[in-house]
């Protein structure tokens, strides 16, 4: 009892965070850029925490692939919300950070030098680089579009727990995720259509919602793309043989294990919010 109702706690205030932070964003976007950099930044520690029996890195590199990381979000946000005079801005950014990861890494003599900047860069393109796409969506679409995704991974994260508990039998991809299985799978698709079609007809002037099919389509995008999110980083656990990316939420594991559906949900929804908007 103890661990659940810590467990109910630490997500209660996970998701707090980020609802705060989106609702911010309609004045000020401090909130929403501080927040994600912090996730930027434990995302990267957590990275090389799992693989330091690999190859131990220096704390210098770990620096350089955090500020590059962040650099590169940042950027992507003033891109993507402000003028035309700052798009180039997110070009500065990476061209600075390959230039300062490279040249460290020639002082690193003793260290596997494609293990470590493999290691930097699939950081960078797996955190960060999804994380920055959803400023895009936001510009695309508003800040409440925003939280319906996060709402929608939530949701779906719900419906496949329960569904798979009660109902799961056949497994989907054991060899990556013993526990997740088609039953939960589809409840978790159920339950954002669900979530997508009440929003529509109860929360429209919340949310702003497009045409009721738009807002389906969306929340079927976020539950396919959550899923996959999900078994990609539990191929990456297993391949270390981790159960945990950390220990930073109690009862949740680690920031990674918290946003890795977001990871591939962002691309995803952008890819569909751009054909949807390019339509219209």
Not at 28 to 39: D, Q, Y
Not at 70 to 93: C, K, N, P, R
Not at 166 to 173: D, M, P
Not at 258 to 269: E, G, K, M, N, Q
Request: charged share 15%; aromatic share 12%; glycine share 6%.
């Amino acid at each position: 009892m103890k661990n659940f109702i810590l467990r109910t706690i630490s997500g209660a205030v996970y998701v707090a965070l980020i609802i705060s932070a989106i609702l911010l964003l309609d004045n000020s976007p401090i909130a929403f850029l501080i927040l994600m950099s912090a996730f930027i930044a434990l995302g990267i520690n957590e990275m090389y925490t799992m693989t330091r029996k690999e190859d131990a890195e220096s704390w210098l590199i770990i620096l350089i692939d955090v500020l590059g990381a962040i650099g590169l979000f940042v950027s992507l946000y003033y891109m993507s919300i402000e003028e035309t005079s700052t798009q180039g801005l997110w070009l500065i950014a990476v061209a600075a950070y390959m230039l300062a990861r490279s040249i460290v890494q020639l002082y690193r003599p003793k260290q596997n030098a494609v293990h470590s900047l493999v290691r930097s860069y699939f950081s960078l393109i797996y955190i960060a680089l999804p994380l920055g796409m959803l400023n895009s969506i936001i510009a695309m679409t508003s800040p409440r579009t925003l939280l319906a995704i996060f709402c929608f991974i939530w949701i779906n994260d719900t419906g496949a727990f329960l569904s798979g508990i009660t109902l799961g039998r056949h497994k989907i991809f054991k060899r990556v995720s013993p526990k997740k299985s088609w039953e939960g799978f589809f409840g978790g698709v159920l339950l954002c259509v669900a979530a997508a079609f009440a929003s529509h007809h109860w929360l429209n002037d919340f949310f702003q919602c497009p045409q009721i099919h738009v807002w389906i389509g969306l929340g079927v995008v976020v539950a396919l793309a959550a899923t996959f999110g999900d078994f990609v980083e539990s191929l990456i656990k297993r391949t270390l043989d981790v159960k945990d990316s950390g220990n930073l939420i109690p009862g949740h594991g680690g920031i990674l294990d918290r946003i890795d559906s977001l990871l591939l949900v962002a691309p995803a929804a952008l890819i569909y919010l751009a054909l949807v908007v390019y339509n219209q």
